[in-house]
């Protein structure tokens, strides 16, 4: 019998597709990360119950914390983007948790500025608010350490190649680390939308992107480049198409992050059938429905889509490319933060 609702919510299901593909399906994975993140300052004094947390979410996160925080006594603060939906204010509200949105922004990256610069103002305000810095603090690999040792357990022994959205960097990074520690042969499969900073895709814009969760306009810190084997920037339209394909071939029912990911692990599959292929579901589909899911007459036959093989990220074009990683660092829109190497997960 579980505790509380947070630590039943965050068991993901291993669902096998094939013999050789699963899906990793979460109903809503940073809870993994919130509860590991929490626990981790409790036990070491860092914060104390009855404290209050912050941090800047586009919605998922923001729900995963408030869990968190209502499970061990916490109070919860979110600097929320316009794009966290009614269901998901109406539930911080009831757990709790207060919300503000920031003004509505033409681009993503001034949305996550904005965010960032009214937590600042907070925390001058309120110094003894602890800043849960999702993005940039590893404490946020600590969770996943449970879910990479179940998958050890009841996958297939073997090389294993993860796919997944990129993100904050936590979940694949912490992983991949931690199943390559369990002494697996882990090939490691990142997924970026166009216009995101953390892979270099930002000179090439996708005006429909709304994949959540799996880039990013600022650098983040909590990516660790050197960790991923390859990289695949999707589209809008190839996700959808994807996640059309997953509901109507398996009914797994899951957001446009993992659309992108199970049309990257197919077309990966395809290429090395040396090993077998996890492809993450961050969450479900609902909060896609009207935006996405409503579309399906109109989503493209997964068989006859394709990545554009680059070299360079000079050369990354619509709708999908992909590469070896780092061999596409050299190229004059590549940011510094790609080059960046990062410490091992404490």
């Not at 316009?82 to 998901?88: L, P, Q």
């Not at 309120?126 to 990479?148: C, F, K, T």
């Not at 895709?201 to 005006?207: F, G, K, L």
Request: net charge negative; aromatic share 8%.
């Amino acid at each position: 019998m579980h505790p509380h609702i947070a630590e039943a919510v965050k068991k993901p299901d291993l669902i096998s597709l094939a013999p050789d593909l699963a899906c990793l399906r979460f109903e809503t994975m940073k809870v993994y990360s919130a509860l590991g993140a929490v626990r981790h300052l409790l036990a070491s004094g860092a914060v104390r119950p009855g404290d209050t947390l912050v941090d800047s979410s586009s919605g998922i996160y923001a729900q995963a914390l408030a869990l968190a925080c209502h499970r061990y006594g916490m109070k919860c603060h979110i600097v929320g983007s316009t794009t966290v939906d009614r269901s998901t204010r109406v539930q911080l509200e009831i757990l709790g948790a207060t919300l503000e949105q920031v003004a509505p922004s033409q681009n993503l990256r001034l949305d996550q500025e904005l965010r960032v610069r009214r937590i600042a103002e907070i925390l001058a305000d309120n110094p003894s608010y602890h800043w849960m810095r999702q993005y940039h603090d590893d404490i946020h690999y600590l969770g996943y350490e449970d879910v990479a040792a179940e998958m050890d357990a009841d996958l297939p022994a073997g090389p294993l190649a993860l796919v997944g959205g990129v993100g904050s960097g936590a979940s694949t990074g912490a992983l991949a680390t931690y199943l390559r520690e369990a002494g697996r042969d882990v090939s490691l499969v990142g997924v970026q939308p166009f216009g995101s900073v953390t892979f270099g895709s930002e000179h090439v814009a996708d005006p429909d992107m709304i994949i959540a969760g799996i880039g990013s306009a600022i650098e983040f810190r909590n990516v660790r480049h050197e960790l991923y084997d390859r990289v695949h920037w999707v589209n809008f339209d190839s996700a959808v198409s994807g996640a059309v394909s997953l509901l109507r071939t398996s009914g797994i029912f899951a957001g446009l992050s993992a659309g992108a990911a199970y049309l990257t692990a197919l077309w990966e599959r395809r290429r090395d059938d040396t090993r077998t292929y996890v492809f993450i579901a961050a969450d479900t589909g609902h909060r896609y429905v009207e935006s996405a899911y409503a579309r399906h007459e109109q989503a493209l036959d997964i068989d006859t889509l394709k990545p554009h093989e680059i070299t360079s990220l000079d050369e990354l074009r619509h709708p999908w490319s992909t590469t070896a990683w780092p061999a596409a660092i050299p190229s004059a829109a590549t940011p510094s933060a790609v080059t960046r190497s990062a410490a091992t997960p404490s």
